[in-house]
């Protein structure tokens, strides 16, 4: 299992989203590809509880960061997943804990830099 110790971390998840070729590309059991999806979903997540604090509220941004969950809920190989069913997942919570330790970890300047990346992608 990955884990993200800093918000470089979360960038590289991020980069990895944008591209939407990882998982396809992969030889990975089904519950490899679930971990994986949920950790960046957890991401997706810490990026937009800590964003507004840094980027001010914003609506594109928000907009962004829902197209990237409803993609990776795409991927999840229990079709009709929902974010909110993830919420109450054991799995997933140890993950986003995990995401927002390594949010805390980083500096103003990573922090800074994923937000703007965030916004500036363009699905």
Known sequence: MMKKKSLSGVALCFSALFSHSVLATTDLTTEESNTIIKEDIAAAQ???????????KNAT????????????????????????????????????KEARDGAKQSSQEEQQTVCQEILDHQG
């Open 46 to 56: 810490v990026m937009a509880e800590v964003c507004p604090a840094i980027i001010g």
């Open 61 to 96: 941004f928000d907009s962004v960061i829902q197209q990237l969950i409803q993609t990776y809920l795409g991927e999840y190989s229990v079709k009709g997943m929902t974010y909110s069913a993830l919420q109450a997942d054991s799995e997933y919570k140890s993950l986003l």
